[in-house]
């Protein structure tokens, strides 16, 4: 009868939802929230496209085969594309702080297929900070709100080392310029040190799980696991909703969504 009267749309493709779900979403959309399979880089994640690296036991990306990051594992759900782009600019530009907790559940199987390299518990969950002006103009940290669903997802699921979550410990220094223009390296040396440790009791010998909603080059995740390590964290593995990719870019526009929102750089 409410669905006669008050009928919703889905705010992704806007058709009409006729069964109401939690995620607000119409079943082709959250079924179209698909994880990214493909072979990807055994360090940063980054899919690689040519089969003949996917091949190897270790394949590495151009960038893990010369240099090293910070961290030591980083994985993404899917691919920063249409309808997982879609929805993180929902959450982070139409406020939609509810999505951050279903979306945070996604991340689930990624914990899952990562564990076996994850070291013992306990486990400290992190979120990449923003800078504190950012946060407070969006009112919300849109990876605090994805930790904190992942986290939900694992309590529900009852495995042991439910991990602390951990916020306000790590702290953007300084709003970096944005990252967008810039090149690999210039990216890594843009905020290299726009992170701090300010209380290291919580990560001091643990293993931290950095959570943030896009890697792009992984110049963020490299900085934070350099402060998180310097203050004692053993290891430092990223898992992120989606990765940004030169090898796939994506020609669709971002629907329902336009002006500056595009040139947002999940790096800064
Ligand atoms: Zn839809
Ligand atoms: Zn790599």
Redesign the pocket.
Known sequence: MLAILFPTFCPLCTKKIEHARWTALCDDCWGSLTPFTGPC??????PIAAETHAEASEP??????IEA?DFDLARSYGLYSAPLRDAILHLKFRRRERWGFWLGELLFPLWQSLAPQMGDPPWVLIPVPLHFTRERERGFNQAELLARGLRQRLRKARLPGLPQLEVGCLRRRRATPPQSGLDHRARMENVRRAFEVCRSEGIRGRSVILVDDVMTT?ATASACARALKRAGAMKVIVLTLARATPQFPDHNEPRLLTGNIQAEDNDF
Request: charged share 15%; proline share 0%.
């Open positions: 880089c055994a360090s940063c994640g980054i590495r990306c151009g960038f893990c085969r990051y992984g």
